[in-house]
C-alpha cells in the first residue's frame, strides 16, 4: 500500500473560485501547472479535485483517469490522492464506486460521508475491496465521534493496521472557526490512550492553517496544504498562490528537522 505523502497540496477544493483568489486553478491545465510549481516548492503529494466546464464540483472516473494520465506524465515523481467529497451532490454509492473505478492508488473519503444510508456488511466489503485492488483509503474525521464511527464499522484488522491512512480535520470552512493547534489534542489523546498507530496528517482551515501544520509536525504528523483550506501565510497576508504556501511549510519541516 503507498504510503501517505509526508507534504501534501490541496490546491482548489470543490468550493472555491475565481472571485475566492485568482490562483485557484479550476480546469485540468491549471491543475497541472500547480503541481509543477508546488513539486519544485517541496510536496510530494496532490490532493485531487475536479471541476466541470461550469467550474462546479464533479466525481468522474473517466475524467479522474485523464487527470491522473496528464499528471503522470507532467509530475511523475508526485503522488495523487483523488477525493471523493460529496458536496451535497452525490450519494455513498457513487462515492464508493469512483473510489474503486478511477484508476487511483491514493484516495480520500469522509467516514460520515460513506457511511450514510450504508449498513455495515456494504462498507466492510468497500474496504475489502479497496485493499484488495491496492488502493489505499485515506478516512476523513473531523472530530472524536467520526474515530469512534470508523472502529465500529471498519474491520478491526484493518482499523488497527499500522497503514490505515487518516486525516484529522482542524477548523471548518467558516470563517469564524479557523484552527487552533489546541484543536489536534483531542485526537493526540484518543491515538495515545488507545494505542492507535495509523498513518495520519493533518489540515487546517483559515489564519491557523500554518501554526497548526507545524504543531502537527512536531507531533510527527504529515501534512496537507493549499487554498482549499487556507489562502493565509504565517505573517496574515494573503499567499500568492499554492506553491507559496507549500514553500512556506516545507522551509519550516526543513527547519525542524535540521534543529
Not at 465521534?145 to 470508523?150: E, I, T
Not at 501554526?211 to 494573503?238: H, M, P
Request: net charge negative; aromatic share 6%; glycine share 8%.
Amino acid at each position: 500500500m503507498n504510503p501517505l505523502p509526508r507534504l501534501m497540496v490541496a490546491p482548489n477544493g470543490a468550493r472555491l473560485g475565481k472571485s475566492d483568489h485568482p490562483a485557484i486553478p479550476l480546469t485540468l491545465d491549471e491543475i497541472v501547472k500547480t503541481a509543477r510549481a508546488c513539486h519544485l516548492a517541496g510536496a510530494d503529494g496532490l490532493h485531487l479535485h475536479l471541476r466541470d466546464t461550469r467550474g462546479a464540483h464533479v466525481l468522474d472516473s473517466g475524467m479522474y483517469r485523464e487527470a491522473l494520465a496528464e499528471l503522470g506524465r507532467a509530475t511523475p515523481e508526485m503522488a495523487v490522492q483523488i477525493t471523493t467529497e460529496a458536496v451535497g451532490i452525490y450519494g455513498p454509492d457513487h462515492q464508493r464506486d469512483v473510489a474503486l473505478n478511477a484508476g487511483a492508488s491514493l484516495v480520500s473519503a469522509s467516514i460520515r460521508e460513506i457511511m450514510t444510508d450504508t449498513d455495515r456488511r456494504t462498507i466492510h466489503r468497500f474496504f475489502e475491496d479497496a485493499r484488495a485492488a491496492e488502493i489505499a483509503l485515506q478516512l476523513i474525521l473531523y472530530d472524536l465521534a467520526d474515530v469512534k464511527l470508523l472502529k465500529s464499522v471498519m474491520p478491526p484488522g484493518m482499523f488497527n493496521a499500522a497503514d490505515l491512512q487518516v486525516l484529522f480535520v482542524l477548523g471548518r470552512y467558516t470563517t469564524d472557526r479557523d484552527s487552533r493547534p489546541t484543536d489536534l489534542q483531542p485526537f493526540l489523546a484518543w491515538k495515545d490512550t488507545e494505542g492507535w498507530h495509523p498513518d495520519w496528517a493533518v489540515c487546517a482551515f483559515g489564519r491557523g492553517e500554518t501554526a497548526c501544520l507545524k504543531y502537527a509536525d512536531a507531533k510527527g504528523g504529515k501534512l496537507r496544504v493549499g487554498f482549499e483550506n487556507s489562502i493565509w501565510s504565517q505573517d496574515g497576508t494573503i499567499a500568492q498562490d499554492n506553491a507559496q504556501r507549500v514553500r512556506e511549510i516545507a522551509d519550516a519541516k526543513a527547519n525542524r528537522d535540521a534543529a
